[in-house]
């Protein structure tokens, strides 16, 4: 079945042939005699995706009607008919947020046409609703991750101001995952379903950097043989996320505020201002104040970024997070691998213990180094870090080293061993035959000791006695 229709009209012969005609054309039809009845229908919970509805009636207006629906549902279609139409009800009526005004008496086919479109116009906005909900719930839950109070705060932020027009300035140390905030931003909010455009500033040199965040006329310099539209028009409706912004050079300042200011942008080589309608959200590692105290960056483009600042604090400020983090991505690549894995206690202390300079940016190369390597189904210290740790992952000892409170030898001697079976496959690059010749071992004898120790496949247990036999011989 089509579109469900509401038809509401105090003359029963119009309501019934408009049930008729929508009918047959494929939609799903109910009726009313007035705005009392059609308040109920609307009301009762069913959804309606395009109301048909006479100006003037009896127990009301189809004003009444248009606000009540759009009320109850925004994305509703309200089409208004009548014999009496004026120029100040029509403008009256699309203010209130009616799709169309047609006045009677009216061509069956050409009413038709009207419904169909107003009916397509519903599909498209619920399709971008749920584009939009989709694309931001799926963004927080899969990459943004964390339940400390300071990436909460960032959160709620987030959601307040995604929809606002106003630019954002987010801060915060490298690899503490500014980009995906700014993500976060614009698929949570109206641009969902614009283009979201990203650009290194600190990667680019000036003169490159102009003509792609402003494009250029053909012929405006050497080698410009067409003209390039720039990343300000292609984001045109969505989001320009202007990364490392505090590395611009001062020149540019300049034309990155005027396009602030006037939200036009001029090509290079070109003479006419183009208008655009781009939500600029920026990001940086730099102390931009200090900068600006500095005169290395200009204070008024500083206050046009920084409308709304959102401060990413980095990792070691916020340890909780880390075991939410190594999950994710463990999850993450151990699925791209087809490995499903666990962390063992110990390593998870171990991530806990660390500092990651590289914030979360490093924590996620640690996993998936060690989601790479790991030959077992769980990751433990050493698929970690390549340095020799103790079971606890705190102590680095020396073999003839023997710390006060004492240690037990054959467990300390067995990870020793296993430290050295992984840092043979990290250099041998995972290939077990070639990392049984760093060590001068047969490759069923190595075979054996990564079972032995968790490492190696579940059948390469079966070759330990003769890997053991092998050796004695």
Not at 48 to 61: E, H, N, Q, R
Not at 192 to 200: E, L, M, Q, S
Not at 402 to 426: C, K, W, Y
């Given at each position: 079945m089509g579109a469900r229709i509401l038809v509401v009209d105090d003359e029963a012969g119009l309501r019934e042939m408009l049930r008729v005609?929508?009918?047959?054309?494929?939609?799903?039809?109910?009726?009313?005699d007035g705005q009392t009845r059609a308040t109920a229908l609307l009301r009762a919970g069913d959804s309606f995706d395009v109301v048909i509805t006479d100006l003037s009636m009896p127990d009301g207006s189809g004003m009444g009607v248009l606000q009540e629906a759009r009320a109850i549902d925004d994305s509703t279609q309200v089409i208004m008919i009548t014999a009496y139409a004026t120029t100040a009800q029509a403008v009256s009526a699309m203010r209130e947020g009616a799709y169309d005004y047609i006045q009677k008496p009216f061509k069956n086919d050409e009413l038709v046409a009207v419904v169909e479109k107003a009916a397509d116009k519903r599909a498209i906005v619920d399709q971008n609703k749920t584009l939009r909900r989709r694309l931001a719930e799926g963004f927080?839950?899969?990459?943004?991750?964390?339940?400390?109070?300071?990436?909460?705060?960032?959160m709620r932020l987030v959601e307040r101001v995604a929809s606002a027009p106003a630019s954002v300035l987010i801060t915060g140390e490298s690899g503490t995952g500014k980009e995906?905030?700014?993500r976060a931003l614009h698929f949570g909010g109206e641009r969902a379903n614009k283009p979201f455009i990203a650009i290194n500033c600190a990667a680019l040199p000036e003169t490159l950097l102009e003509s792609e965040l402003f494009g250029y006329e053909k012929g405006a310099f050497t080698g410009a043989t067409s003209k390039k539209e720039g990343l300000f028009r292609a984001a045109d409706g969505g989001t320009l996320f202007l990364d490392e912004v505090g590395e611009l050079p001062v020149t540019l300042q300049v034309k990155l505020l005027r396009v602030l200011q006037q939200r036009t942008v001029r090509p290079v080589g070109g003479h006419e201002e183009i208008a655009v309608d781009v939500r600029v959200v920026a990001a940086t590692n730099r102390d931009v104040e200090q900068d600006v105290a500095a005169g290395k960056f200009r204070e008024d483009l500083f206050?046009?970024?920084?409308?709304?600042?959102?401060?990413?604090?980095?990792?070691?400020?916020?340890?909780?997070?880390?075991?939410?983090l190594a999950e994710h991505f463990l999850q993450k690549h151990g699925a791209a691998l087809n490995k499903r894995l666990t962390f063992s206690n110990e390593a998870l202390r171990w991530l806990l213990g660390?500092?990651?300079?590289?914030?979360v940016r490093e924590l996620e190369n640690v996993v998936e180094r060690a989601v790479t390597l790991a030959l077992g189904p769980r990751i433990e210290i050493a698929d970690l870090t390549h340095k020799p740790v103790t079971e606890s992952g705190m102590l680095v000892l020396h073999p003839a080293q023997i710390p006060d409170a004492g240690f037990e030898l054959d467990a300390h001697l067995a990870n020793i061993e296993r430290q050295i079976l992984v840092s043979a496959l990290t250099k041998a690059s995972g290939i077990r035959k070639d990392a049984a010749q760093l060590l001068g071992m047969t490759f069923r004898?190595?075979?054996?000791?990564?079972?032995?120790?968790?490492?190696g496949d579940a059948d390469d247990a079966d070759d330990a006695a003769d890997a053991t036999d092998a050796e004695n011989a």
């Amino acid at each position: 079945m089509g579109a469900r229709i509401l038809v509401v009209d105090d003359e029963a012969g119009l309501r019934e042939m408009l049930r008729v005609l929508l009918s047959r054309s494929g939609y799903d039809v109910a009726v009313a005699d007035g705005q009392t009845r059609a308040t109920a229908l609307l009301r009762a919970g069913d959804s309606f995706d395009v109301v048909i509805t006479d100006l003037s009636m009896p127990d009301g207006s189809g004003m009444g009607v248009l606000q009540e629906a759009r009320a109850i549902d925004d994305s509703t279609q309200v089409i208004m008919i009548t014999a009496y139409a004026t120029t100040a009800q029509a403008v009256s009526a699309m203010r209130e947020g009616a799709y169309d005004y047609i006045q009677k008496p009216f061509k069956n086919d050409e009413l038709v046409a009207v419904v169909e479109k107003a009916a397509d116009k519903r599909a498209i906005v619920d399709q971008n609703k749920t584009l939009r909900r989709r694309l931001a719930e799926g963004f927080r839950a899969g990459d943004v991750v964390g339940k400390s109070a300071g990436i909460q705060n960032v959160m709620r932020l987030v959601e307040r101001v995604a929809s606002a027009p106003a630019s954002v300035l987010i801060t915060g140390e490298s690899g503490t995952g500014k980009e995906l905030i700014a993500r976060a931003l614009h698929f949570g909010g109206e641009r969902a379903n614009k283009p979201f455009i990203a650009i290194n500033c600190a990667a680019l040199p000036e003169t490159l950097l102009e003509s792609e965040l402003f494009g250029y006329e053909k012929g405006a310099f050497t080698g410009a043989t067409s003209k390039k539209e720039g990343l300000f028009r292609a984001a045109d409706g969505g989001t320009l996320f202007l990364d490392e912004v505090g590395e611009l050079p001062v020149t540019l300042q300049v034309k990155l505020l005027r396009v602030l200011q006037q939200r036009t942008v001029r090509p290079v080589g070109g003479h006419e201002e183009i208008a655009v309608d781009v939500r600029v959200v920026a990001a940086t590692n730099r102390d931009v104040e200090q900068d600006v105290a500095a005169g290395k960056f200009r204070e008024d483009l500083f206050y046009r970024l920084n409308v709304i600042n959102l401060h990413l604090p980095p990792l070691r400020e916020r340890p909780e997070d880390i075991p939410l983090l190594a999950e994710h991505f463990l999850q993450k690549h151990g699925a791209a691998l087809n490995k499903r894995l666990t962390f063992s206690n110990e390593a998870l202390r171990w991530l806990l213990g660390q500092t990651f300079k590289g914030n979360v940016r490093e924590l996620e190369n640690v996993v998936e180094r060690a989601v790479t390597l790991a030959l077992g189904p769980r990751i433990e210290i050493a698929d970690l870090t390549h340095k020799p740790v103790t079971e606890s992952g705190m102590l680095v000892l020396h073999p003839a080293q023997i710390p006060d409170a004492g240690f037990e030898l054959d467990a300390h001697l067995a990870n020793i061993e296993r430290q050295i079976l992984v840092s043979a496959l990290t250099k041998a690059s995972g290939i077990r035959k070639d990392a049984a010749q760093l060590l001068g071992m047969t490759f069923r004898s190595f075979r054996y000791r990564l079972a032995k120790y968790g490492l190696g496949d579940a059948d390469d247990a079966d070759d330990a006695a003769d890997a053991t036999d092998a050796e004695n011989a």
